[in-house]
Every structure is written in C-alpha cells, then in structure tokens.
C-alpha cells in the first residue's frame, strides 16, 4: 500500500504560488480575496514546514530565495495542470442554437428549403440563420460557422470548400430561346454585385460566346439579385446567374438554361474558428451544409 502524501496544507502553498507568480504578497491576497495579514501567515507556516525561507523581505518588494525560486515553476505548473483537468472535465454550456452565417441569397435559396432536413436529422440541436452579405466575425461569436464565397484565404479559420459556383443564361421557357443568337432580340438583365469581381457579367459572357450585335450595356438592372432572377421568372428578360442557387426553378421548369457558356465561379466555403468546428453541434451543421450543397 502507498505511503500518504506528505504535502504542506494546500491554502500554504496556493498562497506561495500567487506570491511568487506576483512578487508581492498585497496582490496575492487580492487574488485571493483575503488580507495580506492571512498571506504572510500562510507563507510564514509553509517556511517553517519546510525548515527554509523561500522569500527575501526587503523594504516595499520582496524576491524569491534559490529555494523559493526551486519551488516555484514545480507549484505553478502542477496547479495549472489541475485547473486545466478541472475545465476538461467540466460540462460546457450548451448552445441556445447554432447561428450559421450566410448570403441572404444563399440563405434564402438554399438554406431556408433545407431546415426540415436538419430538424429531421438533428433535432437534439437548434439552429439559427444569419443572413448578411457582409462577412461576419466569427472569433468575436457573431456565428459559430459560416457559408463564404470566394478564394480565400481565410486568416485564422478552418475552411472546407462545399461546392464550385457555376455561372449561367437563364429564363423563362416563354421566351422561346433556343440559340445564343436569340438574346440579340431579347432584354437582358443586370443585377450589380457589391463584389464586381466575384460575379461574371454579360460583356465576359459575350466574350466566351463569340456572339456579335449583342448590347451588353441595355436592359433592366437590378441591385438586388433576388430580384433580377424574379424577374426572370416573370419573363421580363435573360440574367446571367448562379446555377447553383436557382436549381429548384429549373427543376420545376419555371426557368430554362437554354445554352452556354457556362462561366467556372469560386468556390463556397464552410468556415469556422478551431474550437467551433471540433464541436458536436458545429459538426452536426457541417454535415447538412454539405448534404445542401451536394449536387
């Protein structure tokens, strides 16, 4: 059978740690709430338990002995370890629900579709929607994840790419278009990007299509893009769009890709801090993020 541990009584030695980390033993006893009195006391008990001094007194300050300064980093680090054991075994808090930050686009085209999908799968987990077209700062906890479009980088966030955007003609099946030539008598429409950059328009699409007597410059513009694609639907013209987020119009028909050139967007990405994408309710959204955007 082991001996017992022969330890000095342990308020001592957390009073030598705050002491020593503090070099003063006013800090120490605000740290831990009781009067300096009591700290010289603990100290004093700790010293003559070991037969050593481990403080040097001087007038305002006191130093560490080479005994002290032995004991020091040995106390400091065991009680660090303890406290980390101590928050490791601890429950955390639960989430009210996991706020996913997205386009209000996407948000509205392919997110909002999707929830019964996520309440079936997960339903030991709440979830809530953030649509912004500004990028949200996830470390500050405005979202715990979110749905972003582009290159990247994305500077201290883990990233997965869910999908490749890809840019296409589309309209009304009324419209009757068959070949790129048609939209030389048809209206187009523009919707204006905040990030030019990130969307193509029909002056690039022209480009790649080759087609001559096209004016890229008229028609309806939209600064909305919601709209430009309702508009669409409506059989007020021909937008350029992302493919990806009017799916559910082609598929029901409502809306037709005539013909190419199918313009290769950036990718969107999942991102999230380190910490939120390890967590179980983070990955549980992770998960439906890539069931949404599978094709």
């Not at 054991?85 to 997110?111: D, G, N």
Request: glycine share 6%; net charge neutral; proline share 6%.
């Amino acid at each position: 059978m082991p001996e017992p541990r022969k330890l000095p009584p342990l308020a001592a030695l957390r009073a030598f740690e705050a002491a020593a980390r503090n070099l003063s033993f006013q800090k120490a006893a605000r740290e831990l709430a009781v009067t300096p009195t009591a700290i010289s006391h603990q100290l004093r008990l700790l010293e003559a338990t070991l037969g050593l001094p481990l403080f040097d007194r001087h007038v305002r300050r006191v130093s560490l002995t080479p005994a002290g300064a032995q004991l020091y980093p040995v106390l400091r680090d065991g009680l660090d370890n303890f406290a980390r054991a101590i928050a490791e075994l601890s429950p955390r808090p639960q989430r009210s629900a996991v706020t996913v930050s997205a386009t209000a686009l996407f948000t509205a085209r392919r997110l909002i579709s999707a929830l019964g999908l996520f309440q079936v799968q997960w339903p030991q987990f709440a979830l809530r929607l953030h649509a912004s077209d500004d990028a949200v700062d996830l470390a500050s906890g405005a979202a715990d994840l979110a749905v972003r479009y582009g290159a990247g980088p994305f500077s201290g966030l883990v990233s997965e790419p869910l999908c490749q955007e890809r840019f296409g003609v589309v309209c009304s099946p009324l419209l009757g278009l068959r070949d790129p030539i048609d939209l030389t008598a048809a209206r187009l429409i523009h919707s204006e990007w905040l990030r030019r950059d990130l969307q193509p328009d029909w002056r690039r699409w022209q480009a790649l299509a080759r087609v001559a007597g096209l004016n890229v410059e008229a028609g309806l513009r939209f600064t909305d893009e919601s709209h430009a694609i309702q508009a669409a639907v409506a059989g007020q013209g021909v937008v350029i769009t992302s493919l990806f987020l009017v799916e559910d119009e082609l598929s029901r028909g409502v809306l037709v890709h005539p013909f190419g050139p199918v313009i290769e967007g950036h990718h969107y990405h999942l991102v999230a801090t380190e910490e939120n994408m390890a967590s179980a309710d983070v990955q549980a959204v992770r998960q439906w993020l890539k069931a949404v955007a599978s094709p």
